[in-house]
């Protein structure tokens, strides 16, 4: 039967000869567990499931998903509900079950509409779960541009940064429109996010992610005027804040490297936290 894409889910469903090259480059081993965001019609679940060791597919469709679970997989289990209202930290350890530790894959075709809240709950269950390995993930070409973007060029921002805390992002390869049915108006591209931590302390990864956002809404002022109306609410010195990071006060955001903006965030966390001056 065939389904028809439901443009309220962003579903753009991959044809066979490119789930195949997505299946390819994911490189599944027998001992492999991974878990699928949006599998749709299967396409990628199962040759994956059939070399994985086992997979968990988490699909908010509730027709495709009934669909792929009455095909009785092997080493298959299918979840129905939206990954982003799911705590997937849970889920995955009530699915591994005694083997809660195992190191845990992740692909994925990303619906457009919600590509970027899907990376960031990822970079932070990454934090969380140390066992997260890496993500295979088809997003759109400008997205994949943001994630492996370099300080100081247009591209570099918020998903840029907080992605780079928890990961290291490739380009596998991009796709035309006519790889999806049906055909985005867009170009599409894999990437791959190998997690791990950053080779320099992040002490304060929740102040630096709320720092990143703020100065990032303002990317076209200073450092020094983003964030000077959340400082003087907060009762800070901005200035100073800066003075203790090292950060020059008149460089734009998109200049400053992550250890940057973790020094920034240690200096930030160290000046809420001190005694106020009597």
């Known amino acids: 039967m065939i389904h028809r894409a439901r443009k309220r889910f962003g579903q753009h469903f991959l044809e066979p000869a490119w789930c195949a090259k997505v299946v390819e480059a994911c490189r599944a081993e027998p001992t492999d567990a991974f878990l699928e965001i949006g599998p749709g019609t299967g396409a990628i679940t199962l040759p994956l499931a059939s070399r994985a060791g086992k997979v968990l597919a988490v699909e908010v469709d509730r027709d495709l998903a009934a669909r792929l679970e009455a095909q009785g997989v092997p080493h298959l289990t299918v979840h129905t509900g939206d990954v982003l209202d799911t705590d997937v930290d849970a889920l995955l350890s009530g699915w591994l079950g005694p083997d809660a530790g195992t190191p845990v894959r992740v692909v994925g075709n990303l619906p457009y509409n919600i590509c970027s809240p899907i990376l960031f709950m990822l970079a932070a269950l990454s934090a969380?779960?140390?066992?997260?390995?890496d993500a295979t993930l088809m997003v759109q070409a400008e997205v994949a541009d943001r994630l492996v973007a370099v300080a100081g060029t247009g591209d570099y921002g918020v998903l840029t940064v907080t992605t780079a805390l928890s990961a290291e992002v490739s380009r596998l390869f991009e796709l035309p429109p006519g790889a999806f049915r049906p055909r985005p108006k867009v170009r599409s591209a894999l990437v791959r996010l190998r997690f791990r931590t950053p080779e320099f302390p992040v002490r304060h990864r929740e102040t630096l992610v709320r720092l990143v956002r703020?100065?990032?809404?303002?990317?076209?002022?200073?450092?020094?005027?983003?964030?000077?109306?959340?400082?003087?609410?907060?009762?800070?010195?901005?200035?100073?804040?800066?003075?203790?990071?090292?950060?020059?006060?008149?460089?734009?955001?998109?200049?400053?490297?992550?250890?940057?903006f973790a020094a920034l965030a240690d200096a930030w966390s160290a000046a809420a936290s001190a005694p106020p001056v009597l």
């Open 214 to 260: 703020m100065v990032f809404t303002q990317r076209r002022k200073t450092i020094a005027n983003g964030l000077r109306a959340a400082a003087s609410g907060a009762g800070l010195d901005g200035a100073a804040i800066l003075a203790a990071a090292g950060i020059d006060p008149t460089r734009r955001p998109e200049t400053l490297q992550l250890v940057e």
């Open 128 to 133: 969380r779960r140390p066992g997260l390995v």
